[in-house]
Nanobody, 124 residues
């Protein structure tokens, strides 16, 4: 059974850091690109970052470039999102998602499975 389980969210002050993890099981993790999406209240889901299956290429939405880093450990079947210099506008439910192939796409419909998410709240 395919599972994606996120962890690492929480409440943090502006300028703080968090590291999200996504534990994958039930499929060959090393064969699929992965992405991190976020959904803020009243807003559409947004692809924050993505990474190819063999870790050779990444994508970041403009608002997180230079602050967030996506990484994966294929030996541990785990996806990460390192978030630094967090801002209140980063507040959202963050979910990892499995792409349909080894190369990431910017199209949400290219991701066939999402985890339940972990809440990130940035506030002073």
């Amino acid at each position: 059974q395919l599972q994606l389980v996120e962890s690492g969210g929480g409440l943090v002050q502006p300028g703080g850091s968090l590291r999200l993890s996504c534990a994958a099981s039930g499929f060959n993790f090393n064969l699929y690109a992965m992405g991190w999406f976020r959904r803020a209240p009243g807003k559409a889901s947004e692809l924050v970052a993505a990474i190819n299956s063999d870790d050779d290429r990444t994508y970041y939405t403009d608002s997180v470039k230079g602050r967030f880093t996506i990484a994966r450990d294929n030996a541990l079947n785990t996806l990460y999102l390192e978030m630094n210099n967090l801002k209140p506008e980063d507040t959202a439910l963050y979910s990892c998602a499995k792409s349909q192939g080894p190369l990431f796409s910017l199209a949400p419909h290219s991701y066939g499975y999402w985890g339940q998410g972990t809440q990130v709240t940035v506030t002073s």
